[in-house]
């Protein structure tokens, strides 16, 4: 069984998320065969030399996790600075942006999600200046305190700091969807990002393929995430 998870969300300021996560993990450790987090793991990550005791303390947790379980990490539009070193910290292995898995018969093609919001163009402008090595080079380069208030401006500016809700989320674009899915002969698209969590089906050159949209982390929502096994999908709820 493969369990994925992304839109955690977690922060200092949502001390509650972060315990949900260790109940998660020492529940799941060697349990699942794999655990995927599809990125948004964090609310913000400014870079994996960040001392603060939070990014410390998560990190304790993923290394105690993967010491027993495969653990694989995807980045998202929160968590994009994290890099070679968390992975080392971390047992985590890190995935592109666009990968693909196979998993008993099935090809599972994994993304946060943000790449396919193609109706946001200034944002998607926006995805490929922050993604560049250029600015990895140029931020790293900031101390720690520059670095937290580039990354409150980022949020204040895209306007996704005021909220975490759907409706200001743009959607995916459904042509993005099917290119995708085609362009990678995949069976099932797993991602996160949007915060409408649902199992979409679609008819792609005549076969069946699904889509699955992670649920984020809210102390009102039960489901967390959701697991694979021989092709069938369930959500996890905890
Ligand atoms: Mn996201």
């Not at 493969?2 to 450790?29: G, I, K, N, T, W």
């Not at 495969?70 to 995935?95: I, K, W």
């Not at 005021?162 to 991602?191: C, G, Y």
């Amino acid at each position: 069984m493969l369990l994925f998870l992304s839109d955690l969300h977690l922060a200092p300021r949502r001390p509650a998320l972060l315990a949900r996560f260790r109940v998660l993990l020492e529940e799941q450790a060697g349990r699942v065969e794999a655990l995927y987090i599809l990125g948004d793991l964090f609310d913000a990550w400014i870079g994996d030399d960040d001392p603060a005791p939070f990014a410390t303390e998560v990190k304790r947790l993923l290394k105690r996790f993967s010491e027993t379980t495969p653990l694989f990490f995807q980045r998202g539009n929160r968590d994009f600075m994290v890099g070679d070193r968390f992975s080392t910290e971390t047992g985590a292995r890190l995935l592109e942006d666009e990968a693909v898995v196979e998993h008993q018969g099935l090809r599972l093609l994994l993304m946060h999600g943000d790449q396919l919001c193609t109706d946001d163009i200034e944002y998607q402008q926006v995805r490929a200046q922050l993604r560049s090595p250029q600015f990895r080079q140029q931020a790293l380069a900031l101390s720690i305190p520059e670095r937290r208030a580039l990354a409150a401006e980022y949020r204040r500016r895209s306007g996704e700091s005021l909220s975490l809700k759907p409706a200001d989320i743009t959607d995916v674009n459904p042509d993005t969807v099917r290119q995708a899915l085609e362009s990678h002969h995949a069976d099932l698209l797993i991602h996160g990002h949007t915060h409408r969590p649902a199992i979409h089906e679609l008819e792609i050159n005549g076969r069946t393929a699904r889509r699955v949209v992670l649920p984020d982390w809210r102390e009102e929502e039960p489901r967390c995430g959701v697991t694979l096994e021989h092709s069938r999908l369930e959500w996890l709820t905890l």
